[in-house]
Structure formats: C-alpha cells, structure tokens
C-alpha cells in the first residue's frame, strides 16, 4: 500500500509511484527524497525530461534551443553508479537541469538566440555550470530566449517565438522565455535564466514561477554573452519557495538566514497601474498575507529608466565577447545590425545601440553616478517609511500577442540599483494568465527575500 509523504514545500505525492506525471509538477525536494529513497533512478527523471520536450516542445512550446540527450543520459547513469556505490553525491544530483542559451556549457553552442552565433562553441562551463554539475545536476540542454537577450517578448532569430506555458501566442516574458516555460510546462524543475533588466522576473511572472535575482556580484557573470556587464547576473527559475532557496544557496554557496527581523513591506503606490484592477488586486491581495503600508516615489520609475546603462554598454560588450569567437558569422552590434539577419522586432534595438555613443562617451560616468545615487535614495525611502520590502507588480500590464512589444514593467529598479528583488506568484486573471509580484530589499538581504516568498507560499496554501 502507498504511503502519502509531504515535502518541505507541502506538497504531497505516494512513495513508490513516482511516474511520469508526478514528474511533470515535482519540486526538487520531492525529486532528491524518491532518488534517495531509490524510487527513481537519475536516468528514469532524465528520460521523463527528454520524454516531456518530446511530446510538446515543438510547435506548442517551442522552449528548446539546444537538446543534448546522449549526454545528459550518461552523466545520469554516472549519478546513479555513484548513488549505487554509497558515495556522497551532491544537492542536485540527478535531477534534470536547463540552461539559457547566452550560458556557455563547455563543447554546446552559445547561440544566444541568434542565427549568427549558432556555430559558437563554448571551450569551457561558465562558473555557474561548474557549481550545478559539482552538485551532480544532470544538463539536458539550452533554452530558447528573447535575442542576445534585448528584450522581453521572445523574440529570436533562431527558434522564432516561444509560448507562454499558460496561453500560446502570448509572450512568456524575456529574456530568459525558454527557460521559464521549460520549468511551468514540465520540462525541468528548474532552469537557469539571466537578468538584466528584469529577465529572470518577467518570464517568472508571466509563467506563474518563483524567481531570483540577487544582490550585483553575488554571482558571477563569467561566460555569460553580455547585454550589460554593470547589470547582467545569472539566476533560478523554479516552481516553489523552497526550491529557490534551495537553489540560491546553491548556486551563492552560502546559506540565507531563514529567520530574523519581522518584515516591514511598503506597497509602491505607482508601480500600480490604474487601468489594470485585476493585476492591482492580485498583488495587493497576495502582499496582504504579509500586511503592508502604502509607500509614494512618483519619480522613480523615471529615475530608473535615466539609470539604465545597457544601452552604453551593449555594443562594446558583444564586440569584446565576440572578439575571439572565430565561428561568429559577425564580430560587432553594427555589423549585426546592418546585416539583417536578426528577429524582425530587433531592428529599432539593435540599430539604436549600434550608434550609441558607448562608454566613451562622457555621458557613461554620468549614468553611472545615477545608479549609484538612485541606490543611496533607495536606502533613504526605506528608512523613511521604516520598511524593509518594497512591493509592486512585476509588471503592471499583461503578456502581451507574439508580436506586440511590452509595456509595463517595473523590474528596471533592482537592475540599476544592484539591490536583489524576487518575482512571486500572485494568482491569475480572470483569463487564466499568471501574475507577479515583485519584492525589492536592500542590497545583501536575499534573506528577506526568500522568506517573504515562503511566508506567502505557505499562508496561501493553507488558505
């Protein structure tokens, strides 16, 4: 008879039916308990994996970029002989793993999501890949995303569009698309994204996922195709408060303290938009769980976007990147861009950073002074309401049709100021489409963070 077991996250399954459906919805917790119970084995999870991209990844998906199975089976099997020998295996060992396309995985493509870098090998793992494989995260491959990461829609010259997992034909957010739909259609349980401007939290909230991006340099951006190296920085997609701790822990190698000063949430009053009641509702109904006070800075939505400094970084970046990159079909923004060859919704994009001034310009040290100030006016507000946390939607409007550009977000804040924020699910519209909620701390405080979202998690699920 089938005994039920609830996980650390509470969600329940039976021991010794861990089949191909309890694999589709599974946390890493409730994964590492079956392999260490030898309910499952790391191949049996690897082929649900291949087996799930298989059935729905092209056309109603379209998450995948690069698919190396051959591989990934036998780095399962090494797992497994390991588990079968009594050796000490790591956190993630076994356990089905993606990574974004801009990732370099050592002898895969770094693609990025263009047709012009397809033929670019990768001679060694960025560090991040290092960490998942030493925990024995088994890597299936590489997840379809918005191209070079210039946007939040998608949009790739490569693989084309990729779908929300809750609705074909709307966007799944960006940059980091395939690697969100990847973990909420069942693929993985949990897949690797980059943030630059909000794209590990975007695709997060519209494909109804826990996001993270942590404090500027909490972790390393090393072989990772650059937007923005002031901003740029690797983070976790996954479905459970419980995972992203899990996975932060991981991937920063430390542990965040999990209890500590009550948290004191301010709800930012024009991160709202006033024509959208039911994404308005939805945060404020999920923040409540936590209680909050309302917190007015009709500035800085504006201040942020002033502060953004991808735009004098982008090009001199790519080139540097590129540089030693033979197999590139081009070596610069302005050759790219003059090529054509792009997504058709990358031409405004890429033609404007293709002239900018860069970081020559005298212009750079003047945004450059605007993170740091925007920051320190930061720290001020939450002092001065006496709050912790500052809460709004991740985005104000909903996924827009493939095609559409997106308006709405407000995850340029934690980008330009360096402070961590984390996307939360929210609920849903009225026509089924995820909501996010975004919380911002100060810098350093991932911990306020990861518990805020647990607090939520845990409350909602008991109602």
């Not at 191209?147 to 010259?157: F, H, P, R």
């Not at 740029?232 to 991937?251: K, M, N, Q, T, W």
Request: hydrophobic share 45%; with cysteine.
């Amino acid at each position: 008879m089938a005994v039920l077991h609830t996980a650390a996250n509470g969600s329940s399954w039976r021991l010794n039916r861990m089949h191909y459906a309890d694999y589709l919805t599974a946390s890493l917790f409730e994964l590492q308990y079956a392999l260490q119970r030898r309910e499952i084995t790391s191949r049996q999870l690897t082929e649900y994996a291949l087996q799930r991209i298989a059935e729905v990844d092209r056309p109603r998906y379209n998450a995948i970029t690069w698919l190396f199975a051959a591989e990934a089976l036998a780095a399962a099997d090494t797992v497994d002989a390991r588990r079968q020998r009594g050796e000490t295996v790591g956190l993630l060992a076994g356990v089905p793993v993606l990574i974004k396309d801009n990732i370099d995985v050592k002898g895969w493509p770094t693609s990025a999501g263009s047709v012009m870098l397809r033929d670019v090998i990768a001679s060694e793992d960025a560090p991040l890949v290092t960490t998942l494989r030493n925990q024995g995260g088994i890597l299936l491959g590489k997840t379809a995303m918005h191209e070079l990461a210039a946007g939040i829609t998608g949009a790739s010259s490569l693989t084309g569009y990729t779908h929300n997992a809750w609705r074909e034909g709307r966007s799944p957010g960006g940059s980091s698309s395939g690697s969100a739909v990847a973990v909420a259609a069942g693929y993985v349980p949990l897949a690797i994204g980059t943030d630059t401007a909000g794209s590990v939290r975007i695709p997060a909230a519209f494909n109804g996922l826990f996001g993270l991006r942590m404090t500027k340099g909490a972790l390393s951006s090393e072989g990772i195709v650059p937007l923005s190296p002031t901003q740029d920085i690797p983070g976790p997609l996954v479905r459970s408060s419980a995972d992203l701790r899990l996975v932060s822990e991981i991937l920063r190698g430390q542990c965040f303290a999990a209890e500590g000063e009550s948290l004191r949430v301010g709800l930012w009053q024009e991160g709202f938009a006033d024509d959208e009641a039911e994404i308005n509702q939805a945060v404020q109904a999920t923040v409540s769980v936590l209680g909050s006070q309302i917190v007015s800075w009709p500035q800085l939505e504006n201040l942020a976007a002033e502060a953004n400094i991808i735009g004098y970084e982008f090009a001199d970046a790519l080139a540097e990147f590129l540089a030693d990159k033979p197999h590139a079909q081009f070596h610069t923004l302005q050759a790219i861009a003059a090529s054509g060859l792009y997504h058709p919704q990358l031409a405004t994009t890429f033609k404007a950073r293709a002239m900018h001034p860069g970081i020559t310009s005298e212009s750079y040290t003047v945004v450059q002074q605007r993170q740091h100030d925007l920051y320190q006016q930061v720290e001020a507000m939450f002092s001065q309401y006496n709050i912790n946390l500052l809460a709004y939607p991740v985005v104000r409007r909903a996924p827009v049709l493939h095609g559409e550009m997106q308006e709405g977000s407000n995850a340029l804040v934690s980008a330009v100021t360096g402070a961590p924020a984390i996307s939360i699910p929210a609920g849903f519209s009225d026509d089924g489409m995820p909501i996010g909620l975004e919380l911002l701390a100060l810098r350093g405080r991932e911990d306020l963070l990861l518990r805020a979202a647990e607090d939520i998690q845990k409350r909602l699920q008991q109602g």
